[in-house]
Protein backbone atom coordinates (compact mmCIF):
# COMPACT_ATOMS: atom_id res chain seq x y z
CA UNK A 1 0.00 0.00 0.00
CA UNK A 2 1.47 3.48 -0.76
CA UNK A 3 -0.10 6.68 0.61
CA UNK A 4 0.29 10.21 -0.71
CA UNK A 5 2.98 12.31 0.44
CA UNK A 6 4.49 9.59 3.19
CA UNK A 7 7.18 10.47 4.79
CA UNK A 8 8.13 7.16 6.10
CA UNK A 9 6.57 3.80 6.83
CA UNK A 10 7.65 1.87 9.50
CA UNK A 11 6.75 -1.64 9.66
CA UNK A 12 7.40 -4.36 12.62
CA UNK A 13 7.28 -7.63 11.78
CA UNK A 14 4.95 -9.42 14.06
CA UNK A 15 6.90 -11.37 15.70
CA UNK A 16 9.58 -8.49 17.09
CA UNK A 17 9.35 -7.99 20.89
CA UNK A 18 8.12 -5.11 22.83
CA UNK A 19 11.09 -2.19 23.18
CA UNK A 20 10.79 -0.59 26.84
CA UNK A 21 12.09 3.04 27.08
CA UNK A 22 11.79 5.99 29.65
CA UNK A 23 8.49 6.67 27.86
CA UNK A 24 6.78 3.02 27.84
CA UNK A 25 5.18 1.69 31.15
CA UNK A 26 4.51 -1.62 30.76
CA UNK A 27 0.79 -1.45 29.86
CA UNK A 28 -1.27 -4.21 30.10
CA UNK A 29 -1.40 -5.55 26.77
CA UNK A 30 -3.77 -8.90 26.62
CA UNK A 31 -7.21 -9.00 27.07
CA UNK A 32 -7.55 -5.39 25.91
CA UNK A 33 -5.89 -5.36 23.14
CA UNK A 34 -7.96 -5.86 20.05
CA UNK A 35 -5.80 -6.16 17.53
CA UNK A 36 -3.99 -8.96 18.45
CA UNK A 37 -7.29 -11.51 17.97
CA UNK A 38 -7.12 -10.53 14.40
CA UNK A 39 -4.77 -12.10 11.56
CA UNK A 40 -4.75 -8.74 9.32
CA UNK A 41 -1.98 -6.42 10.27
CA UNK A 42 -4.03 -2.85 10.51
CA UNK A 43 -2.97 -0.10 8.60
CA UNK A 44 -2.78 3.17 10.84
CA UNK A 45 -1.99 6.38 8.86
CA UNK A 46 -0.43 8.87 11.08
CA UNK A 47 -0.87 12.62 9.96
CA UNK A 48 2.00 14.70 11.95
CA UNK A 49 1.91 18.35 11.75
CA UNK A 50 5.85 18.88 12.66
CA UNK A 51 5.41 22.70 12.77
CA UNK A 52 2.02 22.54 15.41
CA UNK A 53 2.50 24.31 18.43
CA UNK A 54 5.13 26.19 17.39
CA UNK A 55 7.41 23.15 16.18
CA UNK A 56 6.97 21.10 19.66
CA UNK A 57 4.46 19.01 18.04
CA UNK A 58 7.12 17.59 15.49
CA UNK A 59 9.58 17.11 18.66
CA UNK A 60 7.50 15.29 20.70
CA UNK A 61 6.31 13.11 17.72
CA UNK A 62 9.89 12.09 17.56
CA UNK A 63 10.16 11.24 21.23
CA UNK A 64 6.58 9.23 21.26
CA UNK A 65 7.83 7.00 17.35
CA UNK A 66 9.72 4.68 19.66
CA UNK A 67 6.97 4.51 22.06
CA UNK A 68 4.50 3.81 19.23
CA UNK A 69 6.22 1.43 17.51
CA UNK A 70 6.42 -0.90 20.28
CA UNK A 71 3.13 -0.20 21.51
CA UNK A 72 1.44 -0.83 18.11
CA UNK A 73 3.85 -1.98 16.08
CA UNK A 74 3.48 -5.69 16.34
CA UNK A 75 0.07 -5.56 14.97
CA UNK A 76 0.06 -2.32 13.01
CA UNK A 77 1.71 -1.06 9.80
CA UNK A 78 2.69 2.25 11.25
CA UNK A 79 2.57 4.88 8.37
CA UNK A 80 4.16 8.23 9.07
CA UNK A 81 3.36 11.34 7.13
CA UNK A 82 4.82 14.82 8.10
CA UNK A 83 2.77 17.44 6.20
CA UNK A 84 4.57 20.30 4.32
CA UNK A 85 2.42 23.03 5.17
CA UNK A 86 -1.45 23.69 5.59
CA UNK A 87 -3.88 21.68 3.86
CA UNK A 88 -1.46 19.09 3.19
CA UNK A 89 -3.69 16.80 5.72
CA UNK A 90 -6.75 17.20 3.98
CA UNK A 91 -4.89 15.65 1.01
CA UNK A 92 -3.04 12.32 2.77
CA UNK A 93 -6.46 11.58 4.63
CA UNK A 94 -8.36 11.70 1.37
CA UNK A 95 -5.66 9.45 0.01
CA UNK A 96 -5.57 6.63 2.84
CA UNK A 97 -9.03 6.40 2.99
CA UNK A 98 -8.96 5.36 -0.66
CA UNK A 99 -6.23 3.20 -0.35
CA UNK A 100 -8.44 0.97 2.79
CA UNK A 101 -6.16 2.88 5.30
CA UNK A 102 -7.65 1.04 9.05
CA UNK A 103 -7.61 5.09 10.22
CA UNK A 104 -6.29 8.04 10.02
CA UNK A 105 -5.11 9.66 12.91
CA UNK A 106 -4.26 13.78 13.70
CA UNK A 107 -0.83 14.35 15.42
CA UNK A 108 -0.98 18.35 16.09
CA UNK A 109 -3.36 20.65 17.48
CA UNK A 110 -7.41 21.35 16.51
CA UNK A 111 -6.30 22.87 13.25
CA UNK A 112 -4.60 19.67 12.15
CA UNK A 113 -7.85 17.54 13.05
CA UNK A 114 -9.62 20.08 11.60
CA UNK A 115 -7.98 19.05 8.14
CA UNK A 116 -7.96 15.40 8.47
CA UNK A 117 -11.92 15.48 9.00
CA UNK A 118 -12.27 17.50 5.87
CA UNK A 119 -10.10 15.12 4.20
CA UNK A 120 -12.83 12.38 5.44
CA UNK A 121 -15.13 14.31 2.63
CA UNK A 122 -14.56 15.05 -0.81
CA UNK A 123 -17.59 16.65 -3.43
CA UNK A 124 -19.85 16.62 -0.92
CA UNK A 125 -20.15 13.21 0.02
CA UNK A 126 -17.63 10.78 2.45
CA UNK A 127 -14.77 9.23 0.85
CA UNK A 128 -14.53 6.43 0.53
CA UNK A 129 -12.13 3.06 -0.11
CA UNK A 130 -11.34 2.60 -4.18
CA UNK A 131 -11.58 -1.08 -3.03
CA UNK A 132 -14.88 -2.95 -3.61
CA UNK A 133 -13.38 -5.86 -1.35
CA UNK A 134 -12.56 -3.84 1.48
CA UNK A 135 -15.49 -4.29 4.30
CA UNK A 136 -13.31 -2.45 7.00
CA UNK A 137 -14.19 1.98 7.02
CA UNK A 138 -11.75 4.33 8.13
CA UNK A 139 -11.97 5.55 11.52
CA UNK A 140 -10.54 9.00 13.12
CA UNK A 141 -7.96 9.36 15.31
CA UNK A 142 -6.29 12.00 17.12
CA UNK A 143 -2.68 12.61 19.11
CA UNK A 144 -3.66 15.57 20.68
CA UNK A 145 -0.28 17.89 20.79
CA UNK A 146 -1.69 21.18 19.78
CA UNK A 147 -1.65 24.60 21.22
CA UNK A 148 -5.19 24.58 22.58
CA UNK A 149 -6.53 21.03 21.42
CA UNK A 150 -10.17 22.03 22.28
CA UNK A 151 -11.76 18.97 20.93
CA UNK A 152 -9.98 16.89 23.37
CA UNK A 153 -11.26 18.39 26.11
CA UNK A 154 -14.76 17.98 25.08
CA UNK A 155 -14.17 13.99 24.88
CA UNK A 156 -12.24 14.41 28.39
CA UNK A 157 -9.01 13.30 27.18
CA UNK A 158 -6.26 13.83 29.47
CA UNK A 159 -3.17 16.08 27.99
CA UNK A 160 -1.35 12.66 27.54
CA UNK A 161 -0.10 11.03 24.75
CA UNK A 162 0.50 7.45 25.74
CA UNK A 163 -3.06 7.26 26.91
CA UNK A 164 -3.62 8.34 23.27
CA UNK A 165 -2.12 5.52 22.18
CA UNK A 166 -3.42 3.10 24.65
CA UNK A 167 -6.94 4.19 23.09
CA UNK A 168 -5.16 3.38 18.95
CA UNK A 169 -4.32 -0.27 21.20
CA UNK A 170 -7.56 -1.25 22.09
CA UNK A 171 -9.25 0.41 18.87
CA UNK A 172 -12.66 1.17 20.21
CA UNK A 173 -14.47 3.26 18.08
CA UNK A 174 -17.54 5.43 18.50
CA UNK A 175 -19.67 7.88 15.87
CA UNK A 176 -19.29 10.90 16.30
CA UNK A 177 -21.24 14.03 14.24
CA UNK A 178 -19.76 16.70 11.75
CA UNK A 179 -20.97 20.22 11.12
CA UNK A 180 -21.02 21.33 7.75
CA UNK A 181 -20.72 24.89 6.41
CA UNK A 182 -21.81 25.94 2.81
CA UNK A 183 -21.45 29.27 1.54
CA UNK A 184 -22.20 31.14 -2.01
CA UNK A 185 -19.94 29.16 -4.08
CA UNK A 186 -21.61 26.19 -2.58
CA UNK A 187 -18.46 24.18 -1.68
CA UNK A 188 -19.01 22.41 1.73
CA UNK A 189 -16.89 23.04 4.88
CA UNK A 190 -16.65 20.54 7.54
CA UNK A 191 -15.73 20.96 11.64
CA UNK A 192 -16.01 18.99 14.09
CA UNK A 193 -15.43 21.63 17.06
CA UNK A 194 -17.11 25.25 17.22
CA UNK A 195 -18.07 27.62 14.22
CA UNK A 196 -18.29 31.19 15.44
CA UNK A 197 -19.45 34.63 13.77
CA UNK A 198 -18.59 38.15 13.94
CA UNK A 199 -16.12 39.29 17.13
CA UNK A 200 -14.80 35.77 18.09
CA UNK A 201 -13.88 34.95 15.16
CA UNK A 202 -12.15 37.99 14.04
CA UNK A 203 -10.16 37.73 16.97
CA UNK A 204 -9.87 33.87 15.75
CA UNK A 205 -8.29 34.76 12.43
CA UNK A 206 -5.74 37.42 14.10
CA UNK A 207 -4.72 34.90 17.35
CA UNK A 208 -3.92 32.35 14.38
CA UNK A 209 -1.26 35.54 13.28
CA UNK A 210 0.37 35.36 17.17
CA UNK A 211 0.83 31.23 17.76
CA UNK A 212 4.55 32.08 18.41
CA UNK A 213 3.35 32.94 21.81
CA UNK A 214 1.77 29.93 22.57
CA UNK A 215 -1.69 29.86 24.60
CA UNK A 216 -1.42 33.87 25.04
CA UNK A 217 -2.05 34.50 21.02
CA UNK A 218 -6.07 34.09 22.14
CA UNK A 219 -5.85 37.27 24.70
CA UNK A 220 -3.74 38.95 22.11
CA UNK A 221 -5.98 38.44 18.94
CA UNK A 222 -9.55 39.11 21.02
CA UNK A 223 -7.85 43.08 22.27
CA UNK A 224 -6.51 43.31 18.16
CA UNK A 225 -10.60 42.37 17.21
CA UNK A 226 -12.09 44.88 19.42
CA UNK A 227 -10.79 47.60 17.91
CA UNK A 228 -12.95 48.86 15.51
CA UNK A 229 -15.97 46.30 16.15
CA UNK A 230 -19.61 47.11 15.90
CA UNK A 231 -22.00 44.80 17.35
CA UNK A 232 -24.19 43.80 14.26
CA UNK A 233 -27.91 42.51 12.73
CA UNK A 234 -28.14 39.55 11.57
CA UNK A 235 -30.81 37.67 10.02
CA UNK A 236 -30.95 33.86 11.19
CA UNK A 237 -33.32 30.93 10.16
CA UNK A 238 -33.14 28.00 12.82
CA UNK A 239 -34.34 24.51 11.62
CA UNK A 240 -35.70 25.60 8.05
CA UNK A 241 -37.94 28.15 10.00
CA UNK A 242 -38.85 31.67 9.23
CA UNK A 243 -36.00 34.19 9.13
CA UNK A 244 -35.79 36.48 12.34
CA UNK A 245 -33.52 39.93 13.41
CA UNK A 246 -31.00 39.07 16.07
CA UNK A 247 -30.46 42.64 17.04
CA UNK A 248 -26.97 43.55 17.87
CA UNK A 249 -25.07 40.24 17.83
CA UNK A 250 -21.90 40.53 18.94
CA UNK A 251 -20.72 36.65 18.41
CA UNK A 252 -22.64 33.35 17.72
CA UNK A 253 -21.04 30.25 18.14
CA UNK A 254 -22.12 26.83 17.14
CA UNK A 255 -20.96 24.31 19.06
CA UNK A 256 -20.60 20.28 18.45
CA UNK A 257 -18.24 20.44 21.11
CA UNK A 258 -18.08 22.62 23.88
CA UNK A 259 -14.41 24.77 23.91
CA UNK A 260 -12.55 27.16 21.45
CA UNK A 261 -9.83 29.43 21.86
CA UNK A 262 -7.58 27.53 23.93
CA UNK A 263 -10.39 26.10 26.82
CA UNK A 264 -13.22 28.64 26.63
CA UNK A 265 -16.19 26.61 27.65
CA UNK A 266 -18.48 28.68 24.95
CA UNK A 267 -21.30 25.85 23.89
CA UNK A 268 -21.37 23.92 27.18
CA UNK A 269 -24.11 21.92 26.56
CA UNK A 270 -22.92 20.83 23.26
CA UNK A 271 -22.27 17.08 22.81
CA UNK A 272 -20.54 15.44 19.05
CA UNK A 273 -22.99 12.72 19.93
CA UNK A 274 -26.51 14.24 19.99
CA UNK A 275 -27.28 15.23 16.30
CA UNK A 276 -27.54 18.96 17.37
CA UNK A 277 -25.67 21.60 17.62
CA UNK A 278 -25.80 24.16 20.77
CA UNK A 279 -25.75 27.79 19.32
CA UNK A 280 -25.01 30.17 21.62
CA UNK A 281 -25.55 33.69 20.92
CA UNK A 282 -23.93 36.80 22.90
CA UNK A 283 -25.54 40.57 22.24
CA UNK A 284 -25.04 43.88 22.86
CA UNK A 285 -21.94 43.06 24.70
CA UNK A 286 -19.03 45.92 25.32
CA UNK A 287 -15.53 45.48 25.81
CA UNK A 288 -16.06 45.27 29.89
CA UNK A 289 -18.64 42.47 29.71
CA UNK A 290 -16.13 40.57 28.90
CA UNK A 291 -13.78 41.45 31.31
CA UNK A 292 -16.90 40.86 33.52
CA UNK A 293 -18.05 37.47 32.54
CA UNK A 294 -14.17 36.02 30.98
CA UNK A 295 -13.80 33.77 34.19
CA UNK A 296 -18.04 32.39 33.13
CA UNK A 297 -16.88 32.26 29.75
CA UNK A 298 -14.18 29.77 30.41
CA UNK A 299 -15.92 27.62 33.15
CA UNK A 300 -18.93 27.33 30.91
CA UNK A 301 -21.95 29.26 33.30
CA UNK A 302 -22.22 32.03 30.85
CA UNK A 303 -25.61 30.97 29.68
CA UNK A 304 -27.33 32.67 32.90
CA UNK A 305 -25.41 35.91 32.19
CA UNK A 306 -28.04 38.93 30.76
CA UNK A 307 -28.14 38.74 26.58
CA UNK A 308 -26.33 35.22 25.67
CA UNK A 309 -28.79 33.04 24.74
CA UNK A 310 -28.71 29.33 24.00
CA UNK A 311 -30.54 27.07 21.46
CA UNK A 312 -30.13 23.41 19.86
CA UNK A 313 -30.46 23.22 16.08
CA UNK A 314 -29.97 21.16 13.51
CA UNK A 315 -29.44 23.70 10.93
CA UNK A 316 -28.93 27.23 11.23
CA UNK A 317 -28.38 30.17 7.90
CA UNK A 318 -27.48 33.13 8.64
CA UNK A 319 -27.19 36.43 6.95
CA UNK A 320 -26.00 39.73 7.58
CA UNK A 321 -28.97 43.01 7.75
CA UNK A 322 -26.47 45.72 6.70
CA UNK A 323 -24.98 44.09 3.64
CA UNK A 324 -21.68 45.25 4.42
CA UNK A 325 -20.20 41.76 3.65
CA UNK A 326 -17.67 41.88 6.71
CA UNK A 327 -18.93 39.43 8.83
CA UNK A 328 -15.89 37.09 9.92
CA UNK A 329 -16.68 33.45 10.33
CA UNK A 330 -14.82 30.43 11.39
CA UNK A 331 -15.18 27.28 11.90
CA UNK A 332 -11.95 25.33 14.43
CA UNK A 333 -9.94 28.38 14.35
CA UNK A 334 -9.82 28.82 10.83
CA UNK A 335 -10.56 31.74 9.05
CA UNK A 336 -13.94 30.97 6.43
CA UNK A 337 -14.46 34.08 5.05
CA UNK A 338 -17.76 36.26 5.72
CA UNK A 339 -21.40 35.58 5.82
CA UNK A 340 -23.93 34.46 4.05
CA UNK A 341 -23.55 30.53 5.46
CA UNK A 342 -25.59 27.79 5.83
CA UNK A 343 -24.71 25.54 8.86
CA UNK A 344 -25.98 21.71 9.03
CA UNK A 345 -24.98 18.94 11.10
CA UNK A 346 -24.25 15.43 9.78
CA UNK A 347 -25.12 13.01 12.58
CA UNK A 348 -22.89 10.57 13.20
CA UNK A 349 -20.77 10.49 10.24
CA UNK A 350 -17.30 9.68 11.40
CA UNK A 351 -16.35 6.58 13.21
CA UNK A 352 -13.94 7.96 15.98
CA UNK A 353 -11.28 6.01 17.91
CA UNK A 354 -12.49 6.82 21.30
N1 LIG B 1 4.40 21.85 7.61
C1 LIG B 1 3.63 22.87 7.97
N2 LIG B 1 4.12 24.14 8.02
C2 LIG B 1 3.37 25.17 8.41
N3 LIG B 1 2.06 25.06 8.75
C3 LIG B 1 1.51 23.84 8.72
C4 LIG B 1 2.25 22.68 8.34
N4 LIG B 1 1.45 21.61 8.41
C5 LIG B 1 0.25 22.07 8.80
N5 LIG B 1 0.27 23.41 8.99
C6 LIG B 1 -0.81 24.29 9.45
O1 LIG B 1 -0.66 24.54 10.85
C7 LIG B 1 -1.95 24.85 11.37
C8 LIG B 1 -2.00 24.73 12.88
O2 LIG B 1 -1.60 23.47 13.28
P1 LIG B 1 -2.12 22.70 14.58
O3 LIG B 1 -3.56 22.89 14.76
O4 LIG B 1 -1.62 21.31 14.48
O5 LIG B 1 -1.33 23.37 15.77
P2 LIG B 1 -1.70 24.57 16.72
O6 LIG B 1 -2.29 25.68 15.93
O7 LIG B 1 -0.48 24.85 17.51
O8 LIG B 1 -2.79 23.94 17.73
P3 LIG B 1 -4.34 24.33 18.03
O9 LIG B 1 -5.03 24.38 16.69
O10 LIG B 1 -4.85 23.21 18.91
O11 LIG B 1 -4.32 25.65 18.72
C9 LIG B 1 -2.86 23.90 10.66
O12 LIG B 1 -4.14 24.47 10.50
C10 LIG B 1 -2.16 23.67 9.31
O13 LIG B 1 -2.84 24.32 8.25
Redesign the pocket.
Known sequence: MVYYGIALVVAMPKSSSLIHNSMAPDLPTAAADRFAASSRRRDLVFVV??????G??GKDWKKLLPYLRSRLGNHCNICES????????IDITREAIREGADAVI??????????VINGFFWGGKPVSCQDPQVSHTTALGLI????????ARTLKWKNSPQDAIERIAKGQRSRIDIGVISGEDGESHYFNNVADIHLTAKAGYYA?KY?RF??L?YVIGALQAFFGHHNQDLKIKVNEGEWEVYSQVTALCIGNAKFFG?GMKITPNADPTSGNFEVVTLQDFKWYHFIRYLHRLYNGTHLSVKNVSSISAHTLEIEEVSGNSNIYVQS???FLGFLPRKFCILPTSIEMIS
Open positions: NPKGANRTLTSGPCHAAVGGDGTLHEPLGTGSDFSKGNCGDGE
